[in-house]
């Protein structure tokens, strides 16, 4: 089959960022299909620039964006890459199948415009549960706007083919819409064991970032936004300021860096470190040098859901995880015994938890094992990516 692939924040290895569209991709074009990426970037020269990665065609359209817009600038980027994508969409020829990935939610509107003007069918992705999301964080306020928004999302899962969401609460939210359990598969985020691995630190990597060689180092990666709860981490590492063997190390990007290098400066914590923002090699060395990886979220019960690129690469990395999340992370690094929960907006608590943890090594190398055999048995890529095909397959597109 020709596919089309949409999928707004579209990234390859070489690029900082999520990769599971890329992988997926990759399996189907080894299964035969031929794929093409429609996605976005505020950093190209000209309106659309085309290249080939790795056997991909990717279409890129110039769109304003970063995490620092306000909500309403926020909409008006994704309109624009909505429209945009439509037209660029609808250019191409003798498209089989479309597969739309949010989010944002607008990724449904050039699938859904497939459809009824081309007659292609389209497989949903949920990554997210828009407009939920926006609505329990106080994003979406206007009555309108959410009565128009949570219409929208109805009508993009009642016209998929088939629904991919990537969380047990993303699949329980889709089907509480209406749609038929039948129609729904949950596959989430993947691990990917041949990019995170445990192996010896890079020590030299250590002394270069001014990090001390024996301290317990505690590592956030990825976004750095609202959702992410990076208040409490900083809380947290305020009340672990004296214990000089505890570091704290963020790299990402995000609405939320400029707090942390302020909180850095004013509250004088030597402890923590914001590093910046790394492609996939670099982030697994840093990765590798830390005790511990953070899943945290901010306390709203929708961001229960989420199924983050964090989690699976840490558990790749066999890492024992710190989540603070009470849903299916918390049952996950509970059930495997590959981390532990620590009660959201409490700070005493992670404060209290880290220190037990540090002071448990056999504790945590056991966590570890239990992080990487999960990654290994259940999660990485080459099974979750032949599920992901597979799911494509059974539709039984005739081109």
């Given at each position: 089959m020709k596919i089309l692939y949409l999928h707004q924040y579209f990234k390859t290895p070489h690029t900082p960022g999520g990769t599971r569209s890329y992988w997926n991709s990759l399996e189907l074009m080894k299964n035969g299909h031929e794929i093409t990426v429609i996605r976005y970037?505020?950093?190209?020269?000209?309106?659309?620039?085309?290249?080939v990665v790795d056997g991909i065609k990717i279409i890129t359209l110039r769109v304003q964006y970063s995490q620092s817009?306000?909500?309403?600038?926020?909409?008006?980027?994704f309109v624009n890459f909505m429209f945009r994508s439509t037209i660029v969409a609808l250019?191409?020829?003798?498209?089989?199948?479309?597969?739309?990935?949010?989010t944002p939610l607008t990724i449904g509107f050039p699938a859904l415009v497939l459809k009824k003007f081309r007659k292609i069918p389209y497989l949903f992705e949920v990554r997210d549960l828009w407009p939920e999301v926006p609505i329990q964080m106080g994003g979406l306020k206007n009555k309108m706007v959410i009565k128009i928004a949570l219409w929208f999302e109805k009508t993009i899962y009642k016209n998929a083919s088939h629904i991919i969401a990537l969380s047990p609460g993303m699949e329980e939210g889709v089907i509480k819409t209406g749609i038929d359990a039948s129609k729904v598969d949950m596959i989430p985020n993947m691990s990917k064991i041949d990019k995170f691995w445990p192996r010896e630190p890079n020590m030299d990597l250590v002394h270069q970032l001014n990090l001390k060689p024996n301290s317990f180092k505690i590592i956030y990666f990825g976004a750095l936004g609202q959702a992410n709860a990076i208040e409490f981490i900083l809380d947290t590492a305020f009340l672990l300021k004296e214990h000089e063997d505890v570091e704290f190390i963020f790299i990402g990007n995000g609405s939320k860096q400029s707090l942390i290098e302020e909180r850095i400066k004013s509250q004088e914590l030597s402890n923590v470190h914001f590093l910046g923002i790394f492609?996939?090699?670099?982030?697994?060395e840093l990765v590798n040098i830390c005790d511990v990886s953070l899943v945290t979220f901010s306390n709203i019960p929708?961001?229960?859901?989420?199924?983050?690129?964090?989690?699976f690469d840490s558990l790749s990395a066999g890492k024992p995880l710190i989540v603070n999340s009470n849903g299916w992370t918390k049952d996950l690094v509970e059930d495997h015994k590959c981390g532990i929960y620590v009660e959201p907006d409490q700070p005493e608590d992670f404060k209290e938890k880290v220190l037990e943890l540090k002071e448990s090594?056999?504790?945590?190398?056991?966590?570890?094992?239990?992080?990487?055999?999960?990654a290994m048995e259940k999660y990485d890529k080459s099974i979750l990516c032949k599920q992901f095909a597979d799911v494509v397959e059974s539709l039984d597109i005739t081109p």
């Open positions: 970037s505020p950093f190209i020269d000209k309106s659309m620039e085309q290249e817009m306000g909500v309403w600038q926020r909409l008006n980027s250019k191409q020829k003798e498209v089989d199948f479309v597969i739309a990935t949010s492609n996939m090699e670099k982030t697994s929708i961001l229960a859901t989420n199924s983050p690129n964090k989690l090594p056999e504790l945590l190398k056991e966590m570890g094992v239990n992080s990487r055999k999960l």
